[in-house]
């Protein structure tokens, strides 16, 4: 999930300690999450989603997207 919130977040030009502001968590625990060291509940998603104007099922949808692009990557090699 860290390529699409990344992405996603950078777009809207928020920093990471903007996004943990908005959700009401630490930068540090953001920064685990957009790394995929952290699993994240559905009401931080809920949250993380209004943070971003976007919903739920667009970041997940994001995040299937970015597996395939890295999927079609090592099938090319």
Do not use: C, W
């Not at 990344?6 to 920093?15: A, E, H, I, P, Y």
């Not at 908005?22 to 920064?31: F, M, P, T």
């Not at 995040?63 to 999927?71: C, D, G, P, R, Y």
């Amino acid at each position: 999930m860290n390529d699409a919130l990344r992405s996603k977040r950078q777009s809207k030009g928020m920093t990471m300690q903007d996004m943990a502001n908005h959700v009401g968590i630490s930068k540090s625990y953001y920064s685990l999450i957009e790394r995929g060291e952290r699993r994240v509940s559905y009401e931080l998603t809920f949250k993380i989603a209004n943070a971003l104007n976007t919903t739920p099922d667009n970041i997940f949808l994001d995040f299937q997207s970015t597996l395939s692009k890295h999927s079609d990557k090592k099938a090319i090699k």
